[in-house]
């Protein structure tokens, strides 16, 4: 199972905050990782507010687990983007036939 990653968490309905997101995601899996790499582990996420939250800062604080600094909006670091880039680029190469459709256009950035 150490191999990087792991499956993608879901969670059940309803908002994920920060104490959601440390009980049933950042614990069980993070100290795991982190126990199974050693001291060199360091643990990378995004930006997203839940991930920030101060009992999720203090808890890594406090198992010592040492966070990578993410720059603010950087999709260049984002995997989904690619995946956007590749899905749009089609309409990207007939844009003519798709220029009245304002959903397409606010997609791409020309609105």
């Known amino acids: 199972m150490l191999v990087g990653h792991r499956d993608l968490h879901i969670f059940e309905k309803g908002s994920v905050t920060g104490g959601r997101y440390r009980d049933e995601d950042f614990e069980p ?11 060199d582990f360091i643990f990378m996420n995004d930006n997203a507010p839940s991930h920030h939250a101060d009992l999720v800062d203090d808890f890594r604080e406090t198992e010592d687990i040492q966070r990578m600094m993410w720059p603010a909006n950087s999709p260049a670091l984002d995997p989904i983007e690619y995946v956007w880039d590749m899905l749009l680029q089609p309409f990207r190469t007939n ?14 950035g020309n609105v």
């Open 29 to 39: 899996y993070v100290r795991f990782f982190k126990r199974g790499v050693g001291p």
């Open 95 to 108: 844009q003519n036939t798709f220029r009245n459709c304002k959903k397409y256009s606010m997609m791409l």
